[in-house]
């Protein structure tokens, strides 16, 4: 399975950090937060991954280079100007293949084990989402989850979605290049075309200047022996 690591976005909320580095190459206990997902994702067996860029793109291209010292290929799928979620995704599927693939936030940081979702069978669906126990920055959720393993927007206790999916090229048939989220593709499927899992690890969504520094603090005790709080 291929995967995409979306790291284009500007960043708005990490400035003033951002105005001088790319969001994905802010450090966590050392080490630029994609190096985790790169790592997690070599680990897992994934050789292939794409990396979309765009705010200071440079930066992470030369920072990336081919993915060699990683044990994986990297390809670069560059926008210019953010198209969002769904709009950069939508951008790389030719480099994505015709298979499912697997598609990371980059602006996240988890210990989930991402072989687990290598060994699932999608052809059922068009998306698969890890969903999360709602964090205190999100405390209204996203999606519902089944007792069957189906994902909606109905009523029932909603979980957020993780920024982790493994999406089918077939979820973008249809749409049309260009600046688009993904949230609301998900939501327009017909009932049972999105299933999930609720994860309820290690998982951080690193929005903003204080939450990085308080991750890198965590993930520095955790590297230490003390493990993190989830947050």
């Known amino acids: 399975m291929r995967a995409m690591i979306l790291a284009a976005g500007f960043g708005e909320r990490m400035r ?6 790319p969001k994905p190459l802010l450090r966590v206990g050392g080490k630029p937060l994609i190096q985790y997902h790169i790592e997690a994702l070599a680990a897992a067996g994934v050789e292939d991954i794409v990396v979309n860029t ?3 793109g440079e930066q992470l291209e030369a920072w990336l280079g081919d993915g060699s010292r990683f044990g994986v290929t990297i ?3 560059p926008e210019g100007r953010p198209l969002e979620t769904a709009g950069g995704i939508r951008r790389a599927l030719p480099l994505l293949g015709d298979e499912p693939f697997l598609v990371v936030n980059g602006d996240i940081w988890t210990d989930y084990p991402y ?11 068009l998306a698969h989402l890890l969903l999360v126990p ?36 077939r979820l973008f048939d249809g749409m049309e290049e260009g600046s688009s989220p993904l949230a609301p593709l998900l ?15 290690y998982w951080f969504d690193v929005g903003t200047p204080q939450r990085l520094s308080e991750l890198d603090s965590l993930v520095n005790k955790r590297n230490t022996g003390s493990p993190p709080a989830r947050g």
């Open 54 to 56: 765009a705010w200071l």
């Open 16 to 21: 003033p950090l951002t105005e001088t580095t």
């Open 115 to 125: 072989g687990k979702l290598l060994r699932r069978d999608y052809s059922p669906v």
């Open 187 to 201: 939501r327009a499927q017909a009932p049972g075309a999105v299933s999930g899992e609720l994860y309820q690890g």
């Open 134 to 169: 709602n964090p205190p920055q999100h405390a209204a959720g996203d999606f519902t989850l089944g007792a069957d393993g189906t994902v909606d927007c109905g009523g029932g206790e909603r979980y957020t979605f993780a920024g982790i999916s493994v999406l089918s090229p």
């Open 75 to 77: 390809q670069i799928s």
